[in-house]
């Protein structure tokens, strides 16, 4: 089992917050567009007053500096998502497909970037927030490639690679996650029960709240304590399916996004 995740960041919600939205999987991409439009129109109607995006917002992030590049899907989504952050509080959390959104983005965007884990403290309760990947700890493979892949100078060597370099890795590392998906062949790893115990005693709190596994739904892990799995966003294939889940203080509640 992994060693406890101790001290945890700690974000103390603001006094005047009474609805709190978490996301996460949405796997932006240009060839998305219907997610896309879902994503400006909860954005632009949730009641919620903050927001928090747990973890692949994006299907790929070649880093801050295609933000800059003109008419860059990655610019369109920041105008998008500056936007948003002009009216609530909005959080950003990496996850295992967008770990190399940086500084940058969150200039363009006012954005700020959360640790993972990190705890909310919330309605005089704390809520542990993660996107999820660093606890799916049968996925040793994949373990191996995240403690590289979070690396500051594993990162800087990828980035010194021109952009165009950096795009057409990323489309090949898409093509070849889609062909996985397509021969049956891809293999998802859940989270480990044990390690999310272990995570929440650390940080006192009683629910964990995750994306990655793509495996929406509630569990007890034991009692006093849970963790619930958000949704994956995808509204481009027959899938259609989006969502959020709403904390207020009266708990948590499963909201789905169908767009108009």
């Known amino acids: 089992m992994q060693e406890a995740v101790t001290p945890m960041?700690?974000?103390?919600?603001?006094?005047?917050?009474?609805?709190?939205?978490?996301l996460a999987d949405l796997h932006l991409e240009p060839a998305q567009p219907a997610t896309l439009r879902a994503l400006q129109q909860y954005l632009d109607q949730t009641p919620a007053d903050a927001v928090?995006?747990?973890g692949d917002l994006f299907e790929v992030w070649v880093g801050d500096?295609?933000?800059?590049?003109?008419?860059?899907?990655?610019?369109?989504?920041?105008?998008?998502?500056?936007?948003?952050?002009?009216?609530?509080?909005?959080?950003?959390?990496?996850?295992?497909?967008?770990?190399?959104v940086g500084e940058g983005f969150t200039r363009h965007t006012g954005i700020a970037l959360l640790a993972d884990p990190t705890v909310l403290v919330f309605a005089g309760r704390r809520w542990l927030l993660s996107h999820g990947d660093a606890l799916c700890l049968n996925d040793v493979e994949y373990q191996r490639f995240r403690a590289l892949a979070r690396n500051p100078d594993w990162q800087a060597q990828l980035l010194a690679h021109p952009l165009p370099e950096r795009r057409a890795q990323g489309r090949s590392a898409r093509s070849e996650s889609e062909a996985r998906k397509q021969a049956g062949t891809a293999t998802y790893a859940d989270v480990d029960g044990a390690a999310a115990i272990q995570w929440l005693?650390?940080?006192?709190?009683?629910?964990?709240?995750?994306?990655?596994?793509?495996?929406?739904?509630?569990?007890?892990?034991?009692?006093?304590?849970?963790?619930?799995?958000?949704?994956?966003?995808?509204?481009?294939?027959?899938?259609?399916?989006?969502?959020v889940l709403r904390l207020t203080a009266q708990g948590l509640q499963r909201v789905a996004v169908t767009p108009t």
Not at 10 to 15: F, G, I, N, R, V
Not at 206 to 234: F, M, Q, S
Request: aromatic share 8%; with cysteine; proline share 5%.
């Open 9 to 22: 960041a700690e974000l103390q919600a603001a006094p005047t917050w009474r609805t709190v939205d978490f």
């Open 52 to 54: 928090f995006l747990l």
């Open 65 to 100: 500096d295609a933000i800059d590049e003109p008419g860059s899907f990655e610019a369109q989504c920041c105008v998008l998502l500056a936007n948003a952050a002009r009216r609530r509080p909005l959080y950003f959390m990496h996850g295992n497909r967008d770990f190399l």
């Open 201 to 243: 005693q650390a940080a006192h709190a009683e629910a964990l709240i995750h994306g990655h596994t793509h495996l929406p739904a509630d569990h007890l892990l034991a009692p006093g304590l849970a963790r619930h799995v958000l949704t994956d966003w995808d509204l481009d294939t027959a899938k259609q399916r989006a969502g």
